[in-house]
């Protein structure tokens, strides 16, 4: 079964500090992993993009990295800000045939503390 | 920032009321999706359409029917609300690709309208 997990549900640190996030996935067969953003009350804003042959990606203080052999992937904030509060989703997307699909991860909830 | 809007916002109506969220962008996208997420939950596809007169069953069972008569225009209609659709309902788009619905464009998010059926 196709499946994403990510890991932690929730995570609480204070402005500055560093933090990652995780993902795991079983999709197969792959095509491209993807990481957005969804602050309280908005849509889902993407942050990056991974095909297979991708290891790691930025997008300023957002780096996500992705190893396909183990079907894992990281989202690494630096620094963070209050502003990075909301919700992190991990989307992964399959070639299983013409009409690929996308398979959603249920969130990082991360709280940024002053 | 991406150019797709939802509308309303926020929408608290009785059972059996016919419903009509809208959705509209200028991005001139051929691809464009609705999806349902609650709180805590992954989102899960409703409908999609791959251009004009084009549209599909997403994963979930909806009772919800869509329509796509101009590129830009995406509508969700509820014929007769219940309780059980109360959710928060997300439209987006992508970019023209070749015939796969995925490609490696992103999806463009509006900003979803939180449906609350009494």
């Known amino acids: 079964k196709n499946q994403v997990e990510q890991s932690p549900q929730s995570l609480i640190i204070l402005e500055g500090k560093n933090c990652t996030l995780q993902c795991n996935y079983t999709v197969s067969p792959f095509s491209n992993l993807r990481w957005y953003k969804q602050d309280t009350g908005r849509g889902p804003v993407s942050l990056t993009i991974?095909?297979?042959?991708?290891n790691t990606k930025s997008n300023g203080r957002y780096t996500a990295t992705l190893d396909a052999d183990t079907k894992q992937s990281s989202l690494h904030i630096t620094a963070s800000q209050l502003s990075d509060s909301a919700s992190y989703i991990c989307?992964?997307?399959?070639?299983?045939?013409?009409?690929?699909?996308?398979?959603f991860g249920r969130g990082t909830q991360l709280t940024v503390w002053p | 920032e991406a150019d797709i809007y939802q509308t309303p916002r926020y929408l608290v109506i009785g059972t059996g009321k016919k419903i009509t969220l809208e959705c509209s962008q200028t991005m001139g996208h051929d691809k464009m999706y609705w999806y349902q997420q609650d709180p805590g939950m992954e989102l899960h596809l409703i409908h999609y359409?791959?251009?004009?007169?084009?549209?599909e069953k997403g994963d979930l069972s909806s009772e919800s029917t869509v329509s796509r008569i101009r590129t830009e225009h995406f509508p969700l209609t509820l014929e007769s609300a219940r309780p059980s659709h109360t959710s928060q309902y997300l439209c987006?788009?992508?970019?023209?690709?070749?015939?796969?619905?995925?490609?490696?464009?992103?999806?463009?998010f509006g900003d979803g309208t939180r449906l609350s059926i009494l």
């Open positions: 987006a788009s992508s970019g023209p690709a070749a015939s796969e619905i995925n490609s490696n464009q992103p999806q463009h």
């Open positions: 359409s791959y251009g004009v007169n084009s549209t």
């Open positions: 991974m095909t297979f042959s991708e």
């Open positions: 989307v992964v997307s399959d070639r299983g045939s013409t009409l690929g699909r996308l398979y």
